[in-house]
């Protein structure tokens, strides 16, 4: 079977993550789609992000309800910061790697991810599924510093180690956890943002934890 694994830092998940995943999950075949929150994002500098715990539970309660949706605290579970290639080999360690891992990732992400820790690893324990929002422009290209590991095939690029980088296109849902962070903390309407089962607990949580949700870089 084939497994696809959503990482990010969750602060808070919305509907521009679920929709992604779904239309990611649907083009790929992708029994499930681990969503698996970050204990400390490497990438963003020092900012307050609500406690791991409290994005794992929205998270959790956002995607209940969908069977081919689940979440992993493996990243939560790990000391230090969280590394997708710690993750992703953890999870081919485990049961999931038994089947197919894809790992699913914004275009714009792959464009920077020769920029990410061990990211040459990455492309040999899992597919990768490029996300890009329409118009996207141009074809796949290998990461940077890479080229020499990949072929093109009709459908994307082949890794040496045989696993496959896909461009998935989905659509544009200009949603991001900085504008549900900003609109909370404005007491501004979050409605159709997030799901309806997290919207009145993201409310209730930014009352009397303004400071979570405080962080204005994306
Ligand atoms: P922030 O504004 O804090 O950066 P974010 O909305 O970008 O939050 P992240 O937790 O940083 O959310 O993102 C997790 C993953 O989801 C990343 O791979 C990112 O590219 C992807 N993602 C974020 N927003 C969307 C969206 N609207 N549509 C599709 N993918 C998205
Ligand atoms: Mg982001």
């Not at 590394?83 to 920077?112: K, N």
């Not at 072929?151 to 180690?161: K, M, P, V």
Request: glycine content about 12%; overall charge neutral; hydrophobic content about 40%.
């Amino acid at each position: 079977v084939r497994v696809g694994v959503f990482g990010g830092t969750f602060n808070p998940v919305h509907l521009g993550h679920l929709r992604a995943a779904e239309e990611v999950r649907e083009a790929l075949s992708l029994e499930r789609v681990l969503f698996v929150p970050a204990r400390v994002p490497p990438h963003k500098g020092g900012e307050p992000v609500a406690p791991a715990d409290v994005r794992l539970e929205l998270v959790t309660r956002a995607v209940g309800g969908n069977p081919g949706f689940g979440v992993s605290d493996l990243e939560l579970r790990r000391e230090g910061p969280s590394y997708s290639v710690d993750t992703l080999t953890e999870l081919q360690e485990g049961a999931a790697g038994e089947g197919e891992l894809w790992f699913l990732m914004g275009a714009d992400a792959y464009r920077e991810v020769h920029t990410w820790h061990r990211y040459a690893e990455l492309f040999r324990l899992a597919n990768v599924a490029v996300m890009r929002r329409p118009p996207g422009a141009g074809p796949l290209v290998a990461p940077r510093g890479l080229a020499g590991d990949f072929a093109a095939t009709g459908e994307g690029l082949r890794h040496r180690s045989g696993r496959h980088v896909r461009l998935v296109d989905i659509t544009l849902l200009d949603i991001s956890s900085t504008q549900v962070r900003r609109a909370l903390a404005r007491g501004c309407s979050i409605r159709y943002l997030v799901p309806e089962a997290i919207r009145p607990t993201l409310e209730a949580l930014v009352r009397d934890n303004a400071h979570w949700f405080a962080g204005s870089r994306g």
